[in-house]
């Protein structure tokens, strides 16, 4: 049986998917992407399905998720690495951020810069055109010592001042479902493709499709064969 066959016959399904070189393109400039318009129409089919919910999983916090997701309730929007919403930050967490801000401001050369999200600060260097730059950028951050995670990305190092992940959050919230699939293509996606079962269905972009636009091609698949 095809993964579009057995998701569309689940009793309860939950559809959990990254938004970022998921269901629209990478972009160094992270406000000028749009989700891919077959991906966006199967996501609110799906949404509306019965015993089926969608649950867009970002690394971006919920106000960033929100300007270029245009999708709302009955689709769950989870940002900061399942971290939003969540708990209200100490003042240690809060001198810890502000730590890492400083330093991390101190090696990003623009135009590589620094991103507030409420849990987490984020060097991005995507924008810079020398590769051996962005390269050297990112060990620099790399090398920043601290007990709390550290996750690499695609052209990104995040400090987060709790210990949320993907796959923690994940691992919780798809316990009410009889499936899930999750799909993402970042190393941050790693922790929640780890966390499926043998009921479950995972897809690694660029590994399992071929990018964004057979990741639509698959979701619209399941919301034809599901609705």
Known sequence: MSSIAYLSTAPSLLVCLDFDGTI???????????????????IERLAHAPNTEVA???????EGLRRVF????????????GAEPGPELTPEDVEYLDAIEKQLEAIAVPPAYVEVKPYQRVLHVAPVGDAAERERMLAEALRIQTPRPVTPGNNVVEFSAVDVSKGSWLRAHKQRFAATLFAGDDVTDDTALAVLGPADVGIKVGVDVAGVDEMATFLKALADARC
């Open 24 to 42: 629209s393109e990478l972009n160094p400039d992270p406000y000028a992407v749009k989700p891919h318009p077959v991906a966006l129409e199967a």
């Open 70 to 81: 245009p999708l709302r309730n009955p689709v769950v929007l989870v940002g900061s690495h």
């Open 56 to 62: 867009m999983l970002s690394g971006r916090h919920l």
